[in-house]
């Protein structure tokens, strides 16, 4: 079945450590998106990406790291200068254009040890 | 830039009908989503408007006045399942298609 794939599903972190989030997608889908979402909010953007090794900052893209090397994955990285990163993390991937919806992963909660 | 507003919460009572609505401020318009997100997992897509008028799924159905940047989600026969938040969001006409959410509205179904 295709899908996307979203690892780990819960994740610690320590101060001043780096962490990477995986999404990996079998839907052949052009566009990924990262979005984060705080308790009681909606998702806000992070990066998003239309084709490979092309991606774009969103909203909040401060204290993250991103890259498109194949169609398939799109990992995210929280750096140390995201001061506050606890949250939860969904992963999208779109055909990217007209009324084709984005299918999301199950998402990554991470959490500060 | 964009901006999309949508109440925070709303409460209906089991088989009435509610509706949420959605005003969005953009720069460009290229279609919206309504999505459904329980408590703790993904959202899910509910329709999509990108001409105005009227959408029907079944129970659901979505409205957009592109001039007025204003959609709404109407459900019909509410359920208790139906409780959950529901997100509204505009997708930009650049060549990028970025997609923007708004804050969601949280609905309770009480019996």
């Known amino acids: 079945d295709g899908g996307i794939t979203q690892s780990p599903k819960y994740l610690f972190r320590k101060e001043g450590q780096n962490v990477t989030l995986s999404c990996e997608q079998n839907l052949n889908h052009d566009a990924m998106y990262w979005y984060r979402q705080d308790p009681g909010q909606g998702l806000r953007l992070i990066y998003y990406?239309?084709?490979?090794?092309?991606?774009q900052k969103g909203d909040i893209a401060e204290g993250y790291s991103v890259s498109r090397e194949k169609k398939e994955s799109f990992p995210l990285t929280v750096t140390s200068a995201q001061k506050n990163p606890t949250a939860f993390y969904l992963c999208a991937s779109s055909t990217g254009t007209g009324r084709w919806p984005q299918h999301f992963g199950d998402g990554t909660r991470l959490s500060i040890l | 830039g964009q901006n999309i507003d949508q109440p925070t919460e709303m409460t209906a009572t089991e088989g009435a009908i509610v509706q949420i609505n959605c005003t969005y401020q953009?720069?460009?318009?290229?279609?919206l989503f309504w999505y459904q997100q329980h408590a703790g997992e993904a959202p899910t897509f509910l329709s999509y408007?990108?001409?105005?008028g009227l959408e029907e799924k079944g129970r659901f159905s979505s409205f957009l006045s592109r001039s007025k940047g204003y959609s709404y989600l109407l459900l019909k026969e509410l359920q208790m399942k139906d409780s959950a938040s529901y997100l509204c969001a505009v997708r930009d006409s650049g060549g990028y298609q970025k997609v923007t959410f708004g804050t969601g509205t949280k609905l309770q179904v009480i019996p």
């Open positions: 408007n990108v001409l105005d």
């Open positions: 953009t720069s460009g318009f290229n279609g």
């Open positions: 990406s239309q084709i490979v090794n092309d991606f």
